[in-house]
């Protein structure tokens, strides 16, 4: 058995469903198919939400939108006799979303929970549609089997009791050829409706495969795999066409979107292999995620791609000891804020999505020594980014000066030292107006080799 999910785009439009359904019936072995909300419907949920808590009736315009664009999905891939069932069925939650969104309005105000229930509305009509679409589907659905329990504030895996209930669930469906899973969406400990939170849909399918002990994972997307840079920065970046899991994980944590970092571990530990394919082209090789390294597109020896994360930050603590960047670390593990290129001594990156909370959490654990230590500070950069060169997991001492070296000469100044942030890769931060020279500069120097170091 193969699990394969399939994104926002690829679900996106009747097209892209017709590509879907022609790529699932042409299975040669049962398959479980994890499918997220239309393209786009999970954003214009949160943006009917947020319209509703603020009063007025801006939201019904964006319920009218999403209640048209299903109603046009639905009648354009579903067979015609199974169309009432499976509009019936969309329209049902429809409803229901209606009534909740209209509550939302008269209160004034939403709750974590309502908003996790307003999204998972994207994910639960989708299903709908793509069951009803395949021949001899089967609909299996995640919140009766995939839990979360709260950590640090956050949605996170309840492993052992997910682990239980996918077992059983999938112990009933052995004889389904193909079965419909929405991804994304899970119940809590209370059995209200969470989330997994962003990429949710890939995390769930690799659950699901490490779980019922999948032959392969096809991540199914919009781009033809990995690539050595971002193709819309480096117009000639390459497709790599096979990654270790380490080396995957290393582009992902470093801003390649095609995969949710936390969809790597399940597979890894029962190495399960991953492919990222192109619902659009389905021809393509994609690019192969395992423990094979053998032969590659790129045949550079020693660097694999170039990653960035757009808005990042740098923070700083002046005149600080071992004992108080710990305290730092650890706050920010506390609370769910990813750090990178931690220095060990004064400085970590952030993104800036965390920058106002990091700055709160700052403040209020340092009350005092901001008070009554007159040389101790914190200080929290403008936006800048990150650039990352992904090695093939090769120790190399002497890159992360050579990355520094590379990008100074072509007058990107380094605003924190470059690290290796594991054998054979390195980061770094430059200003966010030099990123996309920053990233040409790294490839054409390190992966293409087209200019001398």
């Not at 469906?173 to 119940?187: N, S, W």
């Not at 769910?336 to 220095?343: A, F, K, L, N």
């Not at 100074?408 to 931060?429: E, F």
Request: glycine share 8%; aromatic share 6%; net charge negative.
């Amino acid at each position: 058995m193969k699990v394969l999910k399939f994104g926002g785009t690829s679900v996106g439009t009747p097209e892209s469903l017709s590509n879907v359904r022609a790529i699932v019936e042409s299975q040669s072995e049962p398959c479980v198919v994890t499918v997220s909300a239309l393209g786009g419907i999970t954003d214009r949920l949160i943006a009917a939400a947020d319209q509703a808590a603020a009063g007025g009736d801006v939201y019904s315009g964006i319920f009218d939108e999403i209640y048209s664009r299903h109603r046009r999905v639905c009648e354009a891939v579903v067979p015609s006799g199974y169309q009432g069932e499976a509009w019936g069925a969309v329209k049902s939650l429809l409803d229901e979303l209606e009534t909740i969104l209209k509550a939302i309005n008269l209160l004034g105000e939403i709750t974590e929970r309502t908003r996790d229930l307003v999204v998972s509305y994207g994910e639960r009509m989708s299903c709908i549609i793509v069951t009803s679409m395949i021949a001899d589907a089967r609909l299996a659905h995640s919140l009766d089997f995939i839990r979360t329990r709260r950590s640090f504030g956050k949605n996170v895996l309840d492993s052992e009791t997910s682990h239980k209930l996918i077992m059983s669930k999938f112990s009933e469906l052995k004889d389904a050829k193909t079965i419909i899973v929405p991804g994304f969406i899970a119940r809590d400990e209370d059995g209200r409706i969470s989330n997994l939170g962003r990429g949710g849909s890939d995390y769930t399918a690799a659950i699901i495969a490490a779980e019922i002990g999948a032959r392969v994972l096809e991540i199914w997307t919009d781009v033809d795999g990995f690539m050595s840079a971002d193709p819309r920065i480096v117009g000639d970046a390459m497709v790599i066409d096979r990654l270790s899991f380490v080396e995957a994980m290393e582009l992902c944590n470093f801003g390649a979107k095609v995969v949710y970092p936390p969809t790597i571990y399940p597979v890894f530990h029962k190495n399960i292999p991953i492919i990222i394919k192109n619902t659009f082209n389905p021809t393509a090789a994609g690019t192969l995620i395992g423990d094979d390294h053998n032969a590659r597109v790129i045949e550079n020896p020693e660097a694999i791609g170039v990653s960035s994360i757009a808005d990042t930050r740098l923070v700083t603590l002046t005149q600080p000891t071992a004992e108080s960047y710990s305290r730092m670390i650890n706050l920010f593990s506390r609370n769910g804020i990813e750090t990178m290129m931690p220095d060990g001594h004064k400085h970590c990156g952030i993104r800036g999505t965390d920058a106002r909370r990091a700055e709160e959490l700052l403040n209020e654990e340092f009350a005092s020594e901001l008070l009554e230590l007159g040389n101790f500070g914190i200080r929290i950069s403008e936006p800048m980014a990150t650039v990352a060169i992904i090695g093939r997991g090769q120790e190399s001492t002497d890159l992360p000066s050579r990355l520094a070296k590379t990008l100074n000469s072509a007058g990107i100044p380094v605003s924190q030292t470059p690290q290796q942030v594991s054998p054979g890769s390195a980061a770094c931060m430059v200003a966010a107006t030099d990123l996309k020279e920053a990233v040409q500069t790294i490839h054409a120097n390190f992966i293409q080799n087209t200019t001398v170091q």
